[in-house]
């Protein structure tokens, strides 16, 4: 075996543990999924002071998952007082999502656990390896972003 075919391994083996990681310590809403926790995340990122709320469609291409899916977890967590559905004030036809006071409060709280939990690993590795990482994240980061920008090899035909 040679050691790019066990480092490739190595590497991802590093990558398959972080996948199942809990970043924040606790969940921002008692029974929220994985997926809801990023809607709610995307849902705050995306508003700005006094925003009517996202089009379906906005929190859609922010999460890259299909409408149907956005349109299921946004129910539930209306259904669970974190979120509201509001109409556009310039079109009465658009609906938009907005977080509630319990959702806003919800995410203020998993945001500071994770900002916790992270000054934890801060401690773990030390400021400076703490600083390697983030420049190597950002690198691996750049790195996949580059790839998916590529266009794929042309394939050879038979002439």
């Not at 109409?87 to 500071?112: K, M, N, S």
């Not at 400076?128 to 998916?148: G, T, W």
Request: with cysteine.
């Amino acid at each position: 075996m040679t050691t790019k075919y066990t480092t490739s391994h190595e590497l991802i083996r590093a990558f398959r543990q972080l996948r199942h990681m809990n970043w924040s310590g606790r969940r921002p809403a008692e029974g929220c999924t994985r997926s809801e926790t990023m809607l709610l995340f995307a849902i705050r990122r995306g508003m700005s002071a006094g925003s009517p709320g996202l089009k379906m469609s906005e929190i859609s291409g922010i999460l890259r998952v299909s409408l149907p899916t956005v349109t299921q977890t946004v129910n539930l967590l209306v259904a669970r007082g974190l979120l509201e559905r509001g109409t556009d004030p310039d079109d009465r036809r658009a609906v938009r999502i907005r977080l509630t006071e319990a959702g806003r409060r919800e995410t203020e709280q998993a945001e500071e656990a994770m900002l916790e939990g992270m000054k934890g690993l801060i401690d773990h590795l030390g400021h400076e390896r703490s600083l390697q990482l983030i420049e190597l994240l950002d690198d691996v980061a750049a790195y996949y972003r580059a790839q998916a920008a590529e266009p794929p090899p042309e394939r050879e035909t038979d002439s």
